[in-house]
């Protein structure tokens, strides 16, 4: 009997199995273009299963991929030259990928483009349940100005965006509170408001009356003293955090109509940008109060205990004096996440516990290290500033 | 004697042609990464003879090709599989191009991406002689600010872009004139400050003194009633004039402080921008007192003489009146423009002097309908306004 039993689940798991192998193979014909290609461009598209599904003329190619996620799927080529092809199911939100056509990486020309891995290159929605919250809506929406600035620092012309909220032209006495917020590695300033979508979250946001109204400041967090001499672990050492003090903030709070103090001042960041950010706040506890940390944390990407005595010179060590400081530390993590993100931020959160420093943690179902995670932390994280 | 003087020239004709005929096959190895390359990237290059040469790991294609200015130059593959290869010499300035991959068009992965010829592609720039009035420099920047705003006329959102200049934001009592620039064909509103680079010649200007501060208004040309049954011509209907007019020029006076009468107020478009915006004037010269049209006009693409009873609704038939009321009637053509530009513009302006209305003409030296000739035009222009 015992024997019998376990042949039925043995049968039974192999058919279920079978049946699931087949059905993840049939593509469901309910593939729609997605909401950021090219004005006009039918492909690429993406149907119910997630699935990705582009298109490209290429006649005399041998060999079009699909490459997202770390997986290339051979596309196919019909009678008159045109390639065709779909990926496996997709997270929710948004993904960097690229077409690989006979060995060239190269953009898809139907998408967007997107500055991340380092390069511009072609992005895709994949839509999400949730994604009403960072829809564009018919809602009174803020502006993002790209203001360009002579760094002393670096030597260079840098740029920064600069999201001010709806009716901050029109309130021309009303001073706003300003969130720092900073982009992870090999993206850029423009990050957060397209790949993230920053500007229609806070425009969302502020139309439900969730937040208040509040400016946002992205900058680029590579900035080097170019004729520098001076090189760490192999590469040049970064000047961001002095560009962010001592440049980019006086020039922010001359220019726009900021609250220019420290409870009036968040900074937040992912991954790299979380990484420099919490160093940032806590080298400068009288200039920000407030602090959120996305997919990262000044310790990664160690998931070793840590030595409170040592860690960042010991700024941890008081947590009573850093609770009467801080007015919000919060942290964020997608539940998706790849090693060594969870064992890291893990590793942080014991810490703050030991030391008994209070602070906010959210996770993001169903998303690993990407865009989906950030927009859903930055719609948490803004929504309790400044209260 | 007569005949050996001719023999003689004729020799010396055909060996100087065989020497220049040479001479324009050597390809001098001086190449610098263009300017508007992504971050980092090497490629694509450009050299003192004015080639461009680009490269791309490819292993298995049969053939990459160099496609610019309707010329497709074929690359050579190396033992690595990496194709390289260079154009003829280009014209001075910025010009769309594109990699074709095994007949697969796709932009370079080295270059910044530009909208134009109705996607995003691949641009280069060429230095030109007088590029120092579109460099960036170490001058006081103006805001370049994305507006997104949601027109009852198109039942859509739309975008604008605007440029306020240096001191804007500083000098909260100061309003400002306002100058409406529109892009060509096949572009959009991004097209002034990317391939343009209003921003910076007005920044520039500025700076030298040599043109009142004002603000630019870019707007997407592109504006059609989604629901609407009236088709002209196998197009639906433009509804851009009645967007500017009563959707965005309302929300760029209530949004800035502008100077909101006719006397500081300015529109200028290129190519299919100049047709539009020459209309927009000459139907609203209660709203307008300056007029430019940069490589374009409103009798495109004829050439004929034109009927001046007839040609839009008789609105150039008073001359003495359009005097009076037209603060300045501006004109800008390359004198490299292909067929029908010339004719067209010419058969304008004999139309203007028929009628003895005043106007000011500028040939761009060398350019043909490209961005150089626009922003050699938008230099030229902006420095006559509100004055």
């Not at 999201?163 to 300003?178: F, I, L, M, Q, S």
């Not at 439900?208 to 672990?233: C, F, H, R, T, W």
């Not at 810490?351 to 719609?379: D, V």
Request: glycine letters at 8%; aromatic letters at 12%.
């Amino acid at each position: 009997m015992k024997l019998f039993l376990s042949t039925v689940i043995i049968i039974f798991s192999l058919s279920a199995q079978a049946a699931w192998s087949q059905e993840k193979q049939i593509v469901v014909e309910d593939f729609k273009p997605s909401s950021v290609n090219q004005p006009e461009k039918k492909f690429p598209q993406v149907n119910s299963q997630r699935r990705i599904r582009t298109s490209i003329l290429a006649p005399i190619a041998h060999s079009v991929q699909l490459d997202i996620g770390g997986v290339k799927y051979d596309m196919q080529k019909d009678s008159n030259g045109i390639w065709i092809g779909e990926s496996n199911p997709q997270d929710e939100g948004f993904h960097y990928y690229q077409l690989n056509i006979d060995g060239a990486s190269v953009p898809d020309p139907g998408s967007l483009y997107f500055y991340g891995a380092g390069r511009l290159g072609s992005g895709i929605e994949i839509p999400s349940s949730d994604q009403d919250f960072f829809a564009l809506k018919n809602v009174p929406h803020g502006l993002v100005s790209e203001n360009i600035y002579f760094s002393k620092l670096t030597n260079s012309h840098r740029r920064c965006l600069i999201y001010t909220p709806a009716g901050y032209n029109e309130n021309e006495k009303t001073r706003y509170p300003v969130l720092y917020l900073q982009h992870g590695s090999f993206e850029n300033e423009t990050g957060w408001t397209t790949q993230g979508r920053a500007n229609l979250i806070l425009d969302n946001l502020l139309a439900l009356k969730q937040a208040i109204p509040m400016i946002i400041v992205m900058d680029n967090g590579y900035a080097y003293k170019s004729q520098s001499n001076k090189v760490k672990e192999g590469r040049e050492e970064s000047v961001f955090e002095e560009v962010l003090i001592t440049e980019v903030i006086p020039m922010i709070d001359a220019k726009f109509r900021t609250i220019s103090k420290r409870e009036s001042r968040a900074i937040a960041g992912l991954s790299m940008g979380a990484n420099q950010t919490m160093r940032i706040m806590m080298n400068h506890l009288d200039t920000f109060s407030y602090y959120g940390g996305f997919s990262g944390t000044a310790n990664y990407p160690s998931t070793d205990v840590i030595n409170v005595s040592t860690f960042l010179d010991g700024k941890y060590k008081e947590g009573n004096a850093l609770n009467k400081k801080i007015k919000l530390f919060w942290l964020g993590l997608g539940t998706k996440e790849p090693i060594p993100f969870p064992g890291s931020v893990g590793a942080f959160r014991a810490m703050l516990e030991q030391q008994g420093i209070k602070y906010e943690y959210y996770e993001s179902p169903e998303t690993a290290h990407e865009w989906l995670t950030w927009r859903r932390c930055l719609n948490q994280f803004a929504s309790k500033l400044f209260k």
